[in-house]
């Protein structure tokens, strides 16, 4: 059996994208639980025996703790707080709406639905009942999922600079920061307005027509 008889062909590029977008996150978790390893002062199995118990959104808590207690200097440690934020904030959400989401094709050949699974009761207006939605829907491209995974290569990179720099500090020498375009580029997402939600999406209890 060929890859292509596994699903619409209108889905392979946004199931190659997926794809890729899971291998780059799990090598991001992967250098988090480094450093977490490497600022813990654990290695091996005895480490591995707490850190398989512990997902990504526990590990960003206790790598930002970690470094507080190692009392790790400031400048490094505004880096690493800017990682962990951007991984929370910005790569966390949409890598598990893309990932488990469900996924529409259309009549539109460049139009793919991708469906959340989200209840929610509008608030009445204009003397209106409250209108009920247990369903959204968003147009999203493959080439939208690509761009999560530049960024996540981005912050991945990145982390990877500081878990070298954090061994540095070990051995008292000057620790490598994050390059500033990084930088720029998670303070503009942190700073970025939400985007309208019923520009962006289409809400309804029942699927499109």
Same mark, same amino acid.
């Given at each position: 059996?060929t890859?292509?008889?596994?699903g619409?062909?209108? +889905?392979?590029?946004?199931?190659?994208?997926?794809?890729?977008?899971?291998?780059y996150?799990a090598? +991001?978790?992967? $250098?988090?639980?480094? &450093?977490?390893?490497?600022m813990?002062?654990l290695?091996?199995?005895?480490?591995?025996?707490?850190?398989?118990? $512990?997902?990504?959104?526990?590990?960003?808590?206790?790598?930002r703790?970690?470094?507080?207690?190692r009392?790790?200097?400031?400048d490094?440690?505004?880096?690493?707080?800017? *990682?962990l934020?951007?991984?929370q !904030?910005? *790569?966390?959400p949409? @890598?598990?709406?893309y990932?488990?989401?469900?996924?529409?094709?259309?009549?539109?050949?460049?139009?793919v639905? @991708?469906?959340t699974?989200k209840?929610?009761?509008?608030?009445?207006? !204009?003397h209106?009942?409250?209108?009920?939605t247990?369903?959204?829907?968003?147009?999203?491209?493959?080439?939208?999922?690509?761009?999560?995974?530049?960024?996540? $290569?981005?912050?991945?990179?990145?982390?990877? $600079? +500081?878990?070298?720099?954090?061994?540095?500090?070990?051995f008292?020498?000057?620790?490598? &920061?994050?390059?500033q375009?990084?930088?720029?580029?998670?303070?503009?997402r942190?700073k970025?307005?939400?985007?309208?939600?019923?520009?962006a999406r289409? @809400?309804t !209890?029942? !699927?499109?027509?």
């Amino acid at each position: 059996m060929t890859s292509k008889s596994l699903g619409p062909k209108e +889905l392979a590029d946004h199931a190659s994208a997926i794809g890729y977008l899971c291998i780059y996150y799990a090598e +991001l978790e992967s $250098i988090l639980t480094q &450093l977490i390893s490497r600022m813990a002062g654990l290695k091996g199995e005895t480490f591995d025996l707490f850190a398989n118990q $512990i997902d990504l959104a526990k590990k960003l808590t206790l790598a930002r703790g970690l470094a507080v207690s190692r009392k790790a200097p400031t400048d490094w440690y505004t880096d690493l707080d800017s *990682i962990l934020v951007d991984i929370q !904030s910005h *790569i966390m959400p949409k @890598r598990n709406r893309y990932v488990h989401d469900g996924w529409r094709v259309t009549m539109v050949d460049t139009i793919v639905l @991708r469906r959340t699974e989200k209840t929610r009761v509008e608030k009445p207006q !204009s003397h209106k009942p409250p209108a009920l939605t247990t369903r959204e829907y968003t147009n999203t491209s493959a080439a939208d999922i690509w761009d999560l995974s530049k960024d996540l $290569i981005a912050v991945r990179d990145g982390l990877l $600079i +500081l878990d070298d720099g954090f061994h540095s500090l070990q051995f008292r020498e000057t620790p490598q &920061l994050l390059p500033q375009q990084l930088r720029d580029q998670m303070i503009a997402r942190r700073k970025a307005p939400k985007a309208n939600s019923k520009a962006a999406r289409s @809400r309804t !209890s029942a !699927s499109p027509v």
